[in-house]
């Protein structure tokens, strides 16, 4: 068998030459472009495989010394890394905020790497540039409505930025509060600013004890982050409970008084437009109320439910967030982008200069560079995607595919709440709900003896997490789980099933099938066998 050698012939081969028709290669292309589906279901294998052994395949860290045929490779990848992959195109995948994608990413994915721009600078983005602009005025035109002569001088103006393209909402919310922080520790007469002296002299200089962020217990964890990477410390990012899973707005402003009666700065108050876990949304309205009370930034992280501003039956869900002084969102989420894909936007054009850089070899002061006012430095041309599917679907064709998501979650909730066996936990407010089983007799037991609901709670714990794990490794449909503190059982924190259902090929006959395949797989585990034994003992 020939091998492949190191020779500037073949590595001129590799940069130049496009592979045969019946390479293994140009056979997985051509798959993938006529059937993706089809690829998918053929070569993503749904067996239960344990981490463990398909770690095997990945355990050599020395670096190959000699080449290898890209077909070869190729042959590898699907034997190694394709048939262990997750299906996330299946209909039955309804565990995360990962959904099918329609087919034109495929080839423009192509088209994005074969040009790869890096839109950092003019210099390396020339068209690039422009078009990232404009896709970011139109997403700040949905968020926030201002009129034609505002964006005429703000979209392709030098000294003005609405927002920045990022891999993604963590990304976005970091660089939202790094924007709240400079704008709050600002340069100030012999004072240089938060940026040039740090937090300690900034806070020191304003006559701050401690600066900290307000959101809830619902929050997405790189709000943590973020208060670690900009010094505040994780501790300083104040989550309030929300038994009833939205934040508060009267425990916020009480609590941001009580802070700055003892001369702590309330950076942000962060506002979450569709939850992780549970898909609500704060009262945003109400949440900027007490930032202006407070005199604070008001930040929304709408990485999940921004995309509900396409429709116009449910964007009123998200009143007020207008009013954010940024926002962020990802189109790899409910616009159905690849991966990579977030955005911050600020309504104030001026605000992303708290946070411009310079350099004299790129990001020279008046020029369009993108890259002066962003957390990350080199990064792809992803706007291009969000670019194409927002013309190739329409504002129309988004509000078809959430307003679609949304009423298959009602009709989803209406299924559990309707089966004998099930308990509704979270009503959908967009297209994420939660639940678990439940037998008839514990439902009742649970409402007419509740000093028994944390022992009967505990049991039900173990079998949602037994039929999670089962169902998962069957490879058949997925479901993910998390763990929520319900207002329902006393505050009681409870193991529930989580959904997520915007795959628009995800239909009726789907969530049915998940739902009898749980209920299978339950009636066979240990734990069922201890709550039928519960109910029947006096």
């Known amino acids: ?9 073949h590595l001129y081969r590799v940069f130049t030459a496009p592979e045969g028709r019946e390479s293994k290669l ?16 053929r070569h993503v294998v749904a067996t239960a495989t344990s981490l463990e052994d398909i770690e ?23 034997e190694k890394l394709v048939a262990n992959s997750v299906n996330t195109y299946s209909p039955q995948f309804i565990g995360h905020m990962t959904s099918a994608l329609p087919y034109f990413h495929l080839p423009l994915a192509k088209l994005l790497v074969g040009l790869n721009q890096n839109l950092v600078k003019i210099e390396t983005s020339k068209a690039f540039t422009p078009l990232e602009r404009q896709v970011l005025g139109m997403m700040h035109q949905m968020v926030y409505g201002h009129n034609e002569s505002f964006y005429r001088a703000h979209l392709h103006s030098a000294n003005y930025s609405l927002g920045a393209f990022c891999s993604g909402g963590t990304i976005a919310n970091i660089s939202a509060l790094w924007v709240a922080r400079n704008q709050a520790l600002p340069a100030d007469g012999s004072f240089r600013g938060v940026s040039q002296s740090g937090l300690h002299a900034a806070l020191k200089h304003y006559g701050y004890q401690d600066m900290v962020i307000i959101t809830s217990k619902r929050g997405h964890y790189s ?25 508060d707005p009267e425990l916020v402003l009480a609590e941001g008084l009580k802070l700055q009666q003892q001369g702590i700065k309330i950076l942000a108050i962060v506002g979450i437009a569709g939850t992780t876990e549970t898909g609500h949304v704060d009262p945003l309205e109400e ?7 407070l005199g604070c930034h008001f930040h929304v992280d709408a990485a999940w439910g921004g995309a509900t501003l396409f429709s116009t039956e449910y964007r009123h869900l998200l009143k007020g967030v207008e009013r954010a002084d940024s926002v962020t969102l990802d189109a790899h989420k409910q616009m159905y982008v690849p991966m990579g894909a977030g955005m911050v936007l600020f309504k104030d054009a001026n605000a992303s200069n708290a946070v411009r850089h310079h350099a004299e070899y790129i990001l020279r002061e008046g020029s369009k560079d993108l890259g002066a006012s962003t957390l990350e430095g080199s990064r792809n041309g992803m706007a291009m995607m969000l670019y194409a599917s927002i013309h190739i679907f329409g504002r129309q064709g988004y509000q078809l595919l959430i307003d679609e998501s949304i009423n298959k979650a009602r009709h989803f909730a209406n299924l559990i709440k309707h089966h004998d066996h099930f308990e509704l936990i979270t009503e959908p407010t967009l297209c994420l709900l939660t639940y678990r089983l439940c037998p008839p007799d514990v439902s009742h037991q649970l409402a007419e003896q509740p000093e028994e609901s944390h022992r009967l709670n505990q049991i039900l714990d173990n079998l949602t997490v ?11 449909s997925f479901v993910s789980r998390t763990r929520l503190a319900t207002s329902r059982y006393n505050g009681q924190t409870i193991t529930v099933f989580r959904v997520v259902l915007a795959n628009p090929l995800t239909t009726s006959a789907h969530l049915q099938d998940i739902l009898n395949e749980q209920l299978a797989i339950a009636m066979k585990t240990e734990s069922w066998k201890r709550l039928e034994h519960c109910c029947t003992t006096p």
């Open 1 to 9: 068998m020939n091998k492949a050698r190191a020779s500037m012939e």
């Open 26 to 41: 140009a056979q997985i292309e051509q798959h993938l472009s006529a059937n993706l589906a089809d690829f998918l279901s």
């Open 56 to 78: 095997q395949h990945f355990d050599d860290f020395t670096v190959p010394e000699a080449p290898q045929f890209v077909s070869d490779h190729a042959e590898q990848l699907l």
């Open 223 to 247: 709000l943590s982050k973020a208060a670690d990477v900009l010094g505040l410390g994780r501790q300083n990012l104040v989550m309030l409970p929300c038994p009833e899973q939205t934040l």
């Open 287 to 293: 949440l900027a109320d007490v930032a202006d009370q």
């Open 466 to 476: 037994a039929v999670q794990k089962q169902q998962r490794e069957a490879g058949k």
